[in-house]
């Protein structure tokens, strides 16, 4: 199967990016390898934990290695996406180190993506070289074809602009407004950022696609889709009224799972595809740890809605207008009837279908164009969530 | 005196830069060595605040995004600290998990370090091209091996943080650890998967990450005639970075079968590495009492020479005299250097020795055993050190992942309640060294809360007395030579065309890479900054741990806030 370049976020979104990395890798190097040129790439830490550099490290297909080794520029030996300047792993230090920042910045036209880690603390909070980081980010930012903010601190200031904290941190994109820097910051927001989204949104610069971003300016193909609704491997226990009560206990022995929201899971509050894409070459993630997820992909993360960790979302999402808990205790009973959970599914897309004769036109509308939008709706055999999930998880988002 | 800075340093965590003053010194033929060095952290986040008035829980999650190198050991340092607080105690599955998921995490940070982040020096010092950096690309490694353990270790690497994000969901920043044990649970289906993701990782370390060590041994002897032939000494890299000589390690992998042992950081002696002290004096149990941190030369105006756990600190930009961001942590008023080595020092005292016999076709590799060269320490014995974690922590990961299976379907967690009042510790060790975490909760929130961390041990400024912190000491051991020569000339010293094929490769990359490590001193000369950048990272510094501030109870502070809010 070919890859058609104007869908390419498209078809990352309908796969998941694991999927599709798996389906088109040779695609993939092909593009990076049709560049003629490089794509000079300037890694800028901020108020980082370099969290962010070390996921990227974590990159598979291509990997790390691939693109600075095998992925090059015709027969120049030279790598596709050259760093010329990442801390973390650059060759050189001190004065070279940012004489090749210069580098970058003489790069050729329409080749240059700045990707910034970290928050953009007050003056004074963080130097490099004997400068203010906020002066580096401007001039480079004015410099840049493409300036992409990897992780949830320079997506929004993420942790080091919590509440409590003391040194102004905020997002790349915020501080740039507020200098009257007007260009589009891509933000790709998870704590740490996922390599896949980084990768996927280079190579997608590279073929001169259109990233399509949300509001939040995140591309949509990643962070287009609601973790409870759509993709969670547990939302079946939620259904069923299935819960863990406490972090490490199972409801029903070690053979059985549970629904992390009573664990204070984010999950319905969350956009993002964690759960399809999952981490560290699809080996896992947060929630099949056991664990709640933290909502690290939200603006507000980590207070408004996703604080404290472990605390239960006030209001519990409802199915069907109905609290989860009760759909369980009639599941209970239906399953020891031996109806099983089809059939419930077969009565609530019946309730699904007379809600909808009962809608007004306008909403209608929307929702077709969220079905049209949305890839579950394509690859599952479910019903489309309810509009009065839809209105629940919309509700929580305009809190934050 | 002429003088120099280093900033940024680059394949370290977070901001550092170091100034050095340096001289003719007559007795190595007038070449320069470093006098005086001063280290500064150059950036400031102030993760004490944030947390304040949290969900104790929270602090779990919430410190390890202080390093997105070493989240593991925040963890790990968090959650004990919570458990000190609410008097709870993980079970023995938690325990083993906890172990698993730092085992494998060391090795996957030791590598990083051994081959990524301070290869490159060794590799180029040594000649010894499989650990410089794969700058000719794939050709490069085939035709002159350049890069072929670095670029093959980013992929072994990858392996060993498949195995953490196994039990802790994802790596960096693992979500698994909670208050009383773990979340995950344990399966035959992750441990036969971590077990063959391991296996990979166990025989890059036993034979070509060993096999490296052996080789930067040997090819030190090629270092020293050169430097003998210079400066009419031998300086070998056991000579390079010497600091203090004294050691402090709290410990690291519980016995599961008796966490009692572990409870008392001054006994610790059934864990896989033991708590202590090592100095001129030999081994020394380990008092938590004795730590105090000094702000004399640190942007703070808060008391000097406060504990942790009742620590006091508010951050002053424009301080006269101060120099750096993190403050001067000193135990019983003396500089202690924190890491690998000292772990080594505190179990192994001065002769080490790791079996080495495949983890599942049972092959005797035959053990590694590795004598002490320097008491103050060394870039060598550093890098020793660190050879040794990996092959201990590859071993170790086998045993308890075998062990596990015993206990599937045993309690991983313990319950507990969040006490209103209460005080509580985590004493770890982080990759580059002793991690502590203290908290205060009040109202069953955090009053306060206190890391102090390695990058604060081994890169604290002066401290109220003057005395400079361990990493400066190792800068101006003496024998911190600055040549003239440009890193291809001082390659082509060390083996004949080594600095040849070394120019090729990096001016290939681009022309720039010629002047790699040359400084300008205020004199105006050009100077070669290797040996510094090779004495810093032997420590493996992590900035953005050693940067962090409390919040005294009750108390506001006023800051000047920038335009932002």
Redesign the interface.
């Known amino acids: 199967m070919s890859l058609a370049r104007r869908e390419f976020l498209k078809t990352v979104g309908l796969f998941g990016a694991f999927t599709f990395i798996k389906l088109h890798k040779l695609d993939l190097i092909e593009i990076f390898a049709q560049n003629a040129d490089y794509w000079h790439i300037y890694w800028l830490n901020g108020s980082a934990c370099s969290g962010c550099a070390v996921s990227f490290a974590q990159a598979t297909d291509p990997d790390l290695v691939q693109l600075l080794t095998s992925l090059t520029v015709g027969d120049s030996g030279l790598p596709i996406a050259l760093p010329d300047y990442m801390q973390v792993i650059h060759p050189a230090s001190g004065r070279l180190a940012l004489d090749f920042v210069d580098v970058w910045k003489t790069g050729s036209s329409t080749k240059k993506v700045l990707i910034v880690e970290g928050a953009v603390a007050g003056e004074g909070f963080c130097e490099v070289g004997g400068r203010s980081f906020r002066d580096l980010l401007i001039e480079a930012a004015q410099q840049a074809d493409y300036v992409i903010a990897f992780g949830s601190c320079a997506s929004y200031g993420g942790i080091p602009a919590a509440k409590g904290s003391v040194t102004g941190a905020m997002g790349v994109a915020e501080f740039l407004r507020s200098r009257g820097i007007t260009k589009t910051v891509i933000n790709l927001p998870r704590c740490p950022g996922h390599p896949d989204s980084l990768v996927l949104v280079l190579a997608s610069l590279m073929i001169g696609e259109v990233t399509e971003l949300d509001r939040h300016g995140r591309p949509t193909a990643f962070y287009g889709m609601n973790m409870h609704e759509t993709r969670c491997p547990y939302r079946p226990y939620y259904d069923r009224g299935i819960f863990i009560q406490r972090p490490g206990e199972f409801p029903n022995g070690p053979a059985e799972e549970g629904c992390r929201y009573k664990i204070g899971c984010k999950g319905p509050v969350t956009n993002v595809d964690c759960a399809l894409r999952k981490w560290n070459g699809h080996v896992s993630y947060c929630v099949e740890a056991g664990a709640p997820c933290i909502g690290c992909s939200e603006p507000e993360f980590p207070d408004g809605n996703m604080a404290p960790f472990y605390q239960e979302l006030p209001g519990l999402p409802l199915v069907l207008g109905a609290p989860a808990e009760t759909w369980g205790l009639v599941l209970v009973g239906a399953t020891a009837a031996g109806i099983g959970a089809h059939s419930v599914k077969r009565v609530l897309t019946r309730m699904k279908k007379a809600k909808a004769a009962k809608k007004p036109p306008s909403s209608e509308v929307e929702e077709e164009a969220v079905t049209e939008e949305g890839t579950e709706a394509k690859v599952a055999e479910e019903p489309p969530p309810s509009e009065i999930e839809e209105e629940a998880v919309t509700e929580k988002e305009t809190e934050g | 005196m002429p003088k120099f800075?280093?900033?940024?340093?680059?394949?370290i965590?977070?901001?550092m830069?170091v100034e050095l003053d340096i001289a003719r010194e007559p007795a190595l033929r007038n070449e320069y060595v470093v006098r005086e060095a001063r280290s500064k952290a150059?950036?400031?986040?102030?993760?004490e605040?944030?947390?304040?008035?949290?969900?104790p829980?929270?602090a779990v999650?919430?410190t390890q995004?202080?390093?997105?190198?070493c989240?593991n050991p925040h963890a790990m340092a968090s959650v004990q600290a919570l458990e000190d607080a609410f008097h709870v105690e993980p079970p023995a599955a938690?325990i083993l998990v906890r172990n698993i998921l730092e085992a494998a995490y060391i090795t996957y940070d030791h590598l990083?370090h051994f081959y990524?982040l301070i290869g490159?020096e060794l590799g180029i010092l040594c000649a010894h091209p499989p650990m410089v950096?794969?700058?000719?690309?794939?050709?490069?490694?085939k035709t002159l091996g350049l890069?072929a353990h670095y670029?093959k270790c980013?992929?072994v690497?990858?392996a060993a943080?498949?195995t953490?994000?196994?039990?802790?969901?994802?790596?960096?920043?693992?979500?698994?650890l909670?208050p009383?044990?773990?979340?995950?649970?344990p399966t035959l289906d992750k441990i036969a998967s971590s077990v063959a993701r391991m296996v990979s990782v166990w025989e890059f370390i036993a034979t070509t990450a060993m096999a490296d060590f052996q080789a930067i041994l040997a090819a030190n002897e090629r270092l020293k005639a050169v430097t003998e032939a210079t400066l009419g000494v031998r300086v070998g890299l056991e000579n390079m970075g010497a600091s203090t000589g004294n050691f402090l390690c709290y410990g690291l992998f519980p016995d599961h079968a008796d966490y009692q042992d572990w409870l008392d950081p001054a006994k610790r002696r059934k864990s896989v590495i033991r708590s202590g002290t090592w100095s001129a004096d030999g081994l020394a149990a380990f008092d938590e009492s004795k730590i105090r941190e000094y702000v004399r030369y640190s942007f703070y105006d808060s008391p000097s020479g406060l504990h942790p756990s009742e620590g006091e600190t508010s951050?002053k930009?424009d301080k006269e005299g101060a120099y750096s961001w993190t403050k001067a942590p000193r135990y019983g008023e003396e500089v202690f250097e924190v890491g690998p080595l000292a772990r080594m020092m505190t179990t192994f005292g001065t002769n080490w020795r790791v079996e080495r016999v495949h983890p599942t076709t049972g092959e005797d590799y035959g053990p590694v055993e590795y004598v002490l060269r320097n008491p103050r320490g060394s870039v060598l014995d550093r890098f020793a050190a660190r050879a040794f974690m990996l092959m201990l922590c590859a071993n170790k990961a086998f045993e308890w992942l075998l062990e596990l299976r015993d206990y599937?379907?045993e309690?991983?967690?313990n319950?507990m309640t969040i006490p209103n009042e209460a005080k509580g510790r985590g004493l770890w060790e982080a990759p580059r060294g002793a991690l502590g975490h203290w908290i205060t909760i009040k109202g069953g929130r955090i009053a306060r809360y206190q890391c102090v961390v390695p990058g604060t041990w081994n890169w604290s400024p002066r401290d109220d007395l003057g005395n400079p912190g361990p990493g400066e000491q190792a800068l101006q051991c003496g024998t911190t030579w600055i040549p003239t020569l440009t890193v291809p000339q001082l390659a082509n010293l060390i083996q004949a065309g080594w600095g040849d094929t070394l120019a090729r490769a990096?001016t290939?990359?681009?022309p720039?890479?010629a002047?790699?490590?040359?400084?300008?001193t205020d004199t105006p000369e050009s100077v070669n900054?290797s040996i510094p950048?090779l004495i810093v990272r032997s420590f493996d510094p992590c900035l953005?741990c050693g940067v962090h501030m409390i919040m005294p109870d009750g108390k506001r502070?006023s800051?000047e806030?920038?335009?932002?809010?």
């Open positions: 800075s280093i900033d940024p340093i680059t394949r965590e977070g901001h830069g150059t950036m400031f986040r102030g993760f605040l944030l947390l304040k008035d949290r969900d829980r929270d999650l919430i995004r202080i390093c997105g190198v989240p938690a990083i990524l490159p950096p794969p700058a000719l690309g794939i050709d490069g490694i890069g670029a980013i992929e690497q990858r943080s498949r953490v994000a196994l039990w802790g969901g994802k790596f960096p920043h693992i979500q698994s909670y009383g044990g773990v979340t995950v649970r951050p930009r599937m379907g309690p991983i967690v319950s990096l290939a990359l681009n720039a890479y002047r790699l490590n040359m400084e300008t900054s950048l953005a502070h800051i806030l920038d335009d932002h809010h």
